[in-house]
């Protein structure tokens, strides 16, 4: 069973993935933790991130695979050293190169055959897994993102600079030539805007439900 969830950053996908994995039984993957772990090891490595062979050699040399839904380089997990500010800079460049994403793709493809699993990203439901049966797409305006931000995570930077952040990693996100942020057309939409984490679960639960019993 493949649970599909897509969205721009900051929408919420991984506690809601998280929660709903606990819920349903099912291996969590966070697609966007494999880039980021290329990126970590590329710059501990001392690397330039923004030269793509380089970057795609680094990657092609690690052990990267998923153990207790933690991503893991060479056996060690590494989920605590992904989300810096230097691998938030680098991550959406190196995320762009398509023989890198055919590399994680396969990765992801093959954790799926051993198990149930819930996978969130950007292109999960077109391109990593266009046949999951289940498929969400979460969305919520760049200004309800960026306040949540703030609130959740208040480090002294202005509400203009984070909504420029957010919009900056939207186009990102959205223009990239490969693996672009997109609505699967089966993919069930869910404004998460206005609802709580709690409500967004079990609109996604209920989906799931409904589907099973047809
Ligand atoms: O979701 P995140 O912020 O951890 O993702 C990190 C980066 O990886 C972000 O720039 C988008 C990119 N990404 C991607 O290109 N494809 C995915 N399936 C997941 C993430």
Known sequence: MIVAIDGPAGVGKSTIAKLIADELGLYYINSGSFYRAVTFAHLEEGGDPSNQDE???TAKKLKLEIIDSKVCIDGVDVEDKLHSPEIDKF?????V???LRDLINVILRENAKKMDIIAEGRDITT???PDA??????DASAE??????ISQHPDGQSYESVLEGIQKRDKNDREKPFGSLKIA???????????TIKQV???????IKTQEMR
Not at 133 to 138: I, S, T
Not at 201 to 207: G, I, L, R, T
Request: glycine share 0%; net charge positive; proline share 2%.
């Open 55 to 57: 970057v795609l050699k």
């Open 91 to 95: 991550v959406s460049q190196v995320s």
């Open 97 to 99: 190169d398509p023989r």
């Open 127 to 129: 391109v990593v897994f």
């Open 133 to 138: 049966k289940y498929k969400f797409y979460f």
């Open 144 to 149: 309800v993102r960026a306040n949540r931000r």
């Open 185 to 195: 057309n089966d993919a069930k939409i869910i404004d998460t805007s206005y609802l």
């Open 201 to 207: 679960c079990e609109k996604v639960v209920s989906a």
